[in-house]
């Protein structure tokens, strides 16, 4: 199981705005606040007034970043908003986004969820030296900037969108964008849609966002998601689409782990609501692996609809096997595995008059590198349970993610390491069943070969070097 030096992360949270004569910065508050579940690290947001941007980023929570002094003074019509989990560069104040540059006086911010697999190639191209940027998404700003400052860019109409079709297309793995000059808002999802992207609508105004829930709260209608190599730009005229990116590099693999755990349950993407594709999963298991047991019980957060679903298909009673610390967020994000597992104990502790000498079927979204279970297995050992029966919702989780989560290397992932049998020791539960993958995936969609399953099969739909790694540009 590695050193534990690693941190497995998900995916970060975008967001942006253009409402003349509206509150933007207010807004984009309330919408990374939304989105803070994707991303923990660092908060950042531009904000444009017409002719200048203003950024305002730091290390820690949204609420951490940002009081009402830092927003009443970021005025403007049009902003875009970060949430930050690193997957490339460290987990730094240089590194937090938005990623600002102002080159040939045009000036540009740009915000990116995902994770891209050529970042060494481009960096070479661009002949960087070591440590000029340090994240990936920092890259591509500076990618931008060099087809800004390029001899046959100069007087061009449109230089930013010129640079952005010429930079795009070089771009490989997940990236979906929110990018902002003085007056546009732009989106762009790259052709593989690994990471969710809406656009919604204002009364006056549009809206960007990773999720349908950070468009709720600033009372957007949701009009569409951003399609897999789009490019939405908006202005005073209105969204406008283009395809920077060749026909026959679009092919759809949404990240299937969206709907499994990182995406929020109140949430639909491709169509589907999240917490019913969860609750679909949690029904599945039931048919696939039915138990004797007394009470179903979920490991909060993320394992609770899933254990709904168990306990509506088996009939067996659903019950609170924890108290969830309400102050406290997810828990796989901290820096050290000491500190994962004191998180842990701090975020769940048991109910034990409900668990004590009772056969439980305990119901989980995922096991990455088995810290919570571990800990949480314990505890209800701890507290008397008769039997535990686990369930997980989705298939064992192998492999790397190059596409926007940081699992570090192979050696983190448990189930990499130890069979279903050896993890159901592991842990000393009674009985361990993960979800089939053809089940998960027909518990999501209609069309189950529409997504990245690359954790759980190996099969990466955008090939991937080993030779990348998290610190890639920042080593010297
Ligand atoms: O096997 P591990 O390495 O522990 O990772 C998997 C666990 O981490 C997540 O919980 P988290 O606390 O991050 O979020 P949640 O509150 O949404 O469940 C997930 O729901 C699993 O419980
Ligand atoms: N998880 C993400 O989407 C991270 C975005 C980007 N790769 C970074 O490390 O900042
Ligand atoms: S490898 Fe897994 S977590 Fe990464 S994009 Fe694919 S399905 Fe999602």
Not at 55 to 76: E, I, P, Q, W, Y
Not at 435 to 459: K, Y
Request: hydrophobic letters at 40%.
């Amino acid at each position: 199981m590695g050193d534990g030096g690693d941190i497995i992360k998900e995916a970060c949270g975008v967001f942006g705005v253009r409402a003349p004569d509206q509150p933007v910065s207010h807004m984009t508050y309330l919408g990374l606040y939304a989105l803070q579940h994707r991303g923990q690290e660092s908060a950042g947001m531009a904000v444009s007034e017409g002719t200048k941007i203003w950024v305002n980023k730091d290390m820690g929570l949204v609420s951490t970043v940002f009081d009402h002094h830092r927003l009443a003074a970021l005025r403007g019509h049009l902003a875009i908003g970060h949430t930050r989990y690193s997957t490339t560069g460290a987990s730094a104040w240089q590194n937090a986004q938005p990623s600002y540059r102002m080159a040939q006086e045009i000036q540009f911010a740009l915000a990116h969820n995902g994770n891209l697999v050529n970042t060494p190639e481009l960096a070479q191209e661009l002949g960087l030296a070591p440590g000029t940027v340090g994240s990936d998404s920092d890259l591509v700003a500076e990618l931008v900037v060099a087809e800004l400052a390029a001899p046959d860019a100069v007087g061009d109409a449109d230089p930013l969108e010129r640079a952005l079709a010429r930079v795009l297309p070089r771009l490989r793995g997940a990236f979906s964008f929110v990018i902002m000059d003085e007056d546009r808002l732009i989106g762009v999802r790259d052709p593989n849609g690994f990471r969710p992207l809406f656009l919604g609508q204002l009364p006056h105004g549009w809206v960007l966002a990773s999720e349908t829930p950070a468009l709720d709260v600033v009372s957007a209608q949701v009009v569409r998601e951003v399609e897999p190599g789009e490019m939405v730009v908006i202005d005073a005229a209105g969204v406008r689409s283009v395809r920077p990116f060749p026909a026959t590099a679009v092919n759809p693999t949404l990240c299937s782990f969206e709907f499994v755990y990182f995406a929020r349950p109140d949430g639909v993407l491709r169509g589907q609501g999240v917490h019913g594709a969860r609750k679909r999963m949690g029904m599945q298991l039931a048919v696939q692996a039915p138990v004797d047991a007394d009470l179903v019980v979920p490991v909060p957060e993320s394992g609770i609809p899933g254990a709904q679903g168990f306990a509506q298909q088996s009939g067996i009673p659903y019950g609170d096997g924890w108290i969830k610390n309400r102050y406290i967020g997810r828990t796989f994000i901290a820096p050290t595995q000491e500190l994962r597992d004191n998180a842990v104990r701090i975020k769940l502790n048991p109910i034990i008059e409900n668990v004590a000498g009772q056969r439980l079927v305990v119901v989980e979204d995922s096991i990455i590198r088995a810290t919570t279970l571990r800990g949480t297995m314990r505890m209800l050992r701890e507290a008397g349970a008769a039997a535990i029966h686990l369930r997980i919702c989705s298939p064992p989780y192998r492999w790397p993610c190059f596409y926007g989560m940081d699992t570090g290397d192979r050696g983190t992932l448990i189930a990499a390491n130890l069979d279903v049998d050896a993890i159901r020791d592991y842990l000393g539960v009674d009985s361990l069943v993960y979800l089939e993958l053809d089940r998960m995936l027909n518990a999501i969609s209609d069309e189950p070969s529409d997504f990245c399953t690359a954790c759980m099969t190996g099969d990466y739909p955008v090939p991937v070097s080993v030779n990348t790694t998290k610190d890639m540009l920042e080593r010297a």
